[in-house]
Each structure stands twice: as C-alpha cells, then as structure tokens.
C-alpha cells in the first residue's frame, strides 16, 4: 500500500531537504545503501538568533527574511548544495497544523463530502479555508467502518514566507510538511509490524503520532510546560491503551517501537512511562535502529531526523 503521506504534494522527490526550527536549519543530502538504510551524503547545521523564526500558526514567522536568507546561503556552501536547486522542507511544527477527520456517517455526495470536510476543518484549524493551505488524504477507515481523512494546514501567507525566502535564492520547494511528518518517515519505511509512536517535542510541548501500518492512528498536538509532559504523554497513553490497544493486540498490532526526538522529553523517561502503561519492554530508537548510518557524532539525529526523514521520499 502506497504510503498515504507521499500523495500530499507532487510526488518527485529530491534526495535533499531542508528543516527549520526555532534557533536552529538544518540541510541534508541521503544517498540510499544497501538492504533499504541511508546514509548522510552532505549535512550541515547552523544556529539561528532565537528571533529570526518564531514558529506560529496565526502570526509572521520570519521576523528578517535577509538575514534567514544569508544564514541559508552560508549554510549550503558549508554543505555543498548552495548549487541545489529542487529542496523538501519540513517547517516548524508550530507553523502547521494536522488534523485526522473521521464521518460519522457516509455523504450522499460528492458535493457533500466537501462540504462536511468543509465544516470539520475549518472547526478543527479554527481558521477560513480562504486563508490556508491545505493537503488532503484520505486514510483507511476506522475500527468501526468510518471514513477518515488526513488533513495538514498553515496560513498561505505564513507558508509564503519560507517559500519567498528560498525563491530569493533559486530554489525550488516541492515537498513542505510539518516537522513530525519528516521524523514520522523513520517509523513507516522499514516494514516492521506493530503501532509505532513518534514523540516530537519543542520549547511549547509535543506532538505526538500513533502510526499503525504507513498511515497515522492517532495525532495529539499538546501545548505545556516541560514539567507537565509527563502528565500529559500518561493521558495519551491511557487514551490509546483503552480505545485502540486491545484492538492493536487482536490485530497483532501492539505498540512495539518508540522515537522520541527534541530536548523537552527524555528519551529513556519518555520509554518508561510507555512500559510502564502499556505493560511493554520497549527502548528508546536510535538512528542505526532506523537504518541512518551517521558518519559523524558532531551531528545529532535529532537536528536532521525531520529534513532527512522527507529525504528518505527520493526513493520511495
């Protein structure tokens, strides 16, 4: 089955991207191994002032497109892709939106459809669709037969502002997804079975993403205080142990991996809650567990995992 997040945007992939986040860019280049791994190719990073990009979805982001703009520049010469011209991007995840929506009943119509999807979305993003940009996808139905739909959003005139910025320097964006769509790619290539679930921590909280199969169960975007994620990541838990766990373990679909990336969420503490719900014996991924061999330590898989995850798309 064809992975639902490759239909979101046109489907020619490079094999480099580009990530952002707040006081930090990041670019990667992958080259495919052998048996399905990847490797770094190219890669760099470089800090960003805390003030040049403040992830939002409802206001300006780059508070100074030309000096993102040489930061960039400088970047890619380090890298050794200032010459690249076709880039994935993986965005802050606070400048997007993702939504799954599920029917309660079965439209009549096409029109219809739209229309309900319609109502959702513009429920759930609390925003007019005039002003967003939306992908789309429709997901296998739930437990109960419902149709669902995956849906990302971000303001057009937020989204444009990365674009320009990179338009000002030749090159073409193609493929631009939130950040734990990017890191999400590591947990739907490799083939194993079981619900895996990806843990993306930021200054502002989490989100998290229960995948069974290619597709997303679950998507919870939690904003707290570092303090607080605990409390919060045992909700999440507890919510898929008592709706979807007992029909993951019928299906031969338990929980049976955990990717925790970012610094607000331990990465052992985070695998314990998990065990300590759930009743499994589970540890932290790391890059090799993935199929990412690094050539350096100076890099760490968290900084690349989004850009390299949309990367991983060239060969999909």
Known sequence: MPNPLTKL???R???TAVGF?????TMVQLERGRSG???????ATVALPESLIRPSFDEPNIADPAELRAALSELATSAGLLQTKRWSVALPDGVSRTLILSLESQPSSKSELEEVLRWKAERGFSASLE????SRERLSPDNQ???RYLVVAARAAILSEYQDVLHSLGWRPGLILPRHMGEGQWL???GSKGDALLLSSSDGGFTAVVFRGKQPLIIR?????PLECEDELYRLLLFYRDRRGGEAEKMGQALGRVLTIGEMMSKDRSCEIVNETLGTDLRPLNAADLGLQLSTQELSFDAIAAPAGLATLSWQ
């Not at 986040?21 to 860019?25: D, Y």
């Open 9 to 11: 945007i046109n489907p």
């Open 13 to 15: 992939y490079p094999s």
């Open 21 to 25: 986040e707040k006081g930090l860019a």
């Open 37 to 43: 791994s990847s490797s770094l190719r190219r890669a």
């Open 131 to 134: 002003e967003l940009s939306i």
């Open 145 to 147: 037969g419902r149709d």
């Open 188 to 190: 739907t290539t490799n």
């Open 221 to 225: 975007t939690v904003s707290c205080d």
